[in-house]
């Protein structure tokens, strides 16, 4: 019999290809900006601007109401304002997983990350100004891309900053895989973010203050790599690491000096979160299999009379299907006709929200009228969004033509959202505060161009919110319509056989 997610960290995670190509971009090493541009510090405060930080929350802000139709958080509030917080989680979206965490949080986060990530035109300066710390990986060592002893000398420097920092009560958001990737499966462990954690901790108990809180942190989004899609940020509890402090390592901290936790207690602490994140991840061999168990829980629950009404309710429903499964309690035969299902939807361009304990579901006509009502909501605002078609039409094509995966996707629409404001939008709010001032407030032109092009940004951003609006109950009604042929259709009453079987099943 298997074991329920997490409890057996013997399990193989998804494998690890170190054939995989590098990307351009952690190919270009830039050491002088690497030794010269970054802020750092090691007196337990945080490196980075204030007041960057907080314009370029704000920005996120906005990607974050437009890249997500649905946004949910749990488990923050059990998070102490005046300890430290090391947030780990599960990588699967790129840049787009630690603005998620930003956004559902209030903490001021110190960043690590890969050293280009320092040292690009655009975001590079962003990255800097809030006090982003770069490491260099191994797979750079290896490639021949830098040198053992430059590597050593940035990576010291840099996690001997967050380590204090975390320890002066701020976050930090740590992916322990090391890289962003497709599967429904966590990859191995790297065993940097560990180190940062135990030292965090040292640092903390070599300047008497609380330790750290290290949380694993579940980010469940319907679909990773797709625009509008749901997401909900689970703050799991917290992991045990006092009993994993060394006590030599707290002595090099208090003299200013990186040390390295032993061996023995970086395994420890990767099992702990390893065993942690399993069960806050969709943990599945495919996403196949996955959409099957959410299969399964939509039929129980729409049985019991109490159908999933958000995304954290299904990401909850599925999570008990796959470990009742895995301990016994529900027959691993269900998966058979749960499959069946999961294929049709599929090919129908439909999900598990299709179905119901009765078949496929039956709409009614009000997601006409809302459709017709949201395409009238999409012209109405056409004539500002169309504002933003520029930097849509570049992160859409960038999005599908890098090299970094599909997995940095929604990075490209994320970026593209956060710097409109401050890089393409004063494009045309400018001449338009020019002409307005012009026409109207001749004697204080100037003046008003000013405030007129300031004042339409905020405009702008509304009436991209509300073109998404309608932009969704668009694509509801397409969903609509692709149920209704389904369900005309002669899959239909395999369908509703297959989820007989899996009622009959569930008792």
């Known amino acids: 019999m298997q074991s329920p997610s997490g409890l057996d960290i013997e399990r193989s995670s998804a494998p690890y290809d170190p ?42 802000r906005l990607s974050w109401y437009t890249q997500f139709r649905t946004r949910e958080q749990s488990g923050y509030e059990d998070v102490e304002g005046d300890r430290g917080l090391v947030a780990l989680a599960w990588h699967t979206a790129g840049l787009v997983d630690p603005m998620a965490i930003v956004q559902s949080s209030d903490k001021r986060y110190i960043m690590v990350g890969r050293h280009d990530l320092m040292t690009r035109p655009i975001l590079g300066r962003w990255a800097r100004a809030i006090g982003s710390q770069p490491v260099l990986r191994q797979r750079e060592i290896d490639e021949g891309i830098t040198e053992p002893e430059f590597a050593k000398s940035i990576n010291d420097r840099s996690l001997l900053t967050v380590a204090h920092t975390i320890a002066g009560g701020n976050g930090c958001i740590i992916m322990p895989e090391g890289t962003s990737q497709t599967e429904p499966r966590m990859m191995p462990l790297r065993s940097g973010p560990m180190r940062i954690a135990l030292n965090a901790a040292a ?178 605002m056409t004539p500002l969004s169309i504002m933003t078609l520029p930097q849509a039409i570049v992160a859409w094509w960038l999005g599908n033509n890098s090299d970094e995966g599909l997995d940095a996707r929604s990075t490209f629409h994320m970026m593209a959202v956060t710097f409109s404001p401050v890089v393409v939008w004063p494009i045309f709010t400018i001449p338009i505060g020019i002409w307005i001032s012009q026409s109207y407030f001749v004697d204080y032109t100037i003046l008003f161009s000013v405030i007129i092009a300031i004042l339409l940004i905020p405009v702008l951003h509304f009436s991209n919110l509300i073109f998404l609006q309608g932009y969704d109950l668009v694509s509801d009604f397409k969903q609509t319509s692709r149920r209704r042929r389904l369900k005309k259709s002669t899959k239909s009453q395999s369908i509703s056989e297959d989820i007989s079987v899996i009622l009959g099943l569930l008792k």
């Open 19 to 60: 054939n995989v190509e590098i990307s351009a971009s952690s190919r270009r090493l830039n050491r002088n900006a690497l030794l010269n541009k970054i802020r750092w510090r090691h007196d337990g405060k945080h490196p980075g601007s204030l007041l960057a930080w907080k314009i370029l929350r704000s920005m996120l």
């Open 203 to 380: 640092a903390a108990q070599s300047n008497n203050q609380k330790l750290p809180s290290i949380r694993p942190v579940g980010l469940h989004f319907r679909t990773a790599w797709e625009f509008r899609t749901d997401c909900y940020v689970e703050f799991g509890e917290e992991i045990e690491i006092s009993d994993l402090v060394d006590d030599s390592v707290v002595s090099s901290l208090m003299d200013g000096r990186w040390a390295e936790p032993s061996r023995d207690n970086v395994n420890e602490l990767r099992n702990r979160i390893k065993q942690s994140l399993d069960v806050i991840t969709p943990d599945a061999e495919s996403w196949d299999e996955f959409h099957s168990w959410s299969v399964i829980s939509h039929i129980e629950k729409s049985n019991q009379g109490q159908p999933h009404l958000k995304w954290s309710d299904e990401v909850h429903g599925i999570r008990s299907v796959r470990d009742r499964i895995r301990t016994g309690e529900l027959p691993t035969e269900i998966m058979e006709s749960a499959r069946k299902i999961e294929k049709e939807l599929q090919s129908s361009g439909l999900d598990p929200r299709s179905i119901d304990c009765n078949g496929i579901k039956k709409d009614n006509l009000s997601k006409e009228i809302k459709g017709l009502f949201g395409l009238f909501l999409m012209i109405l």
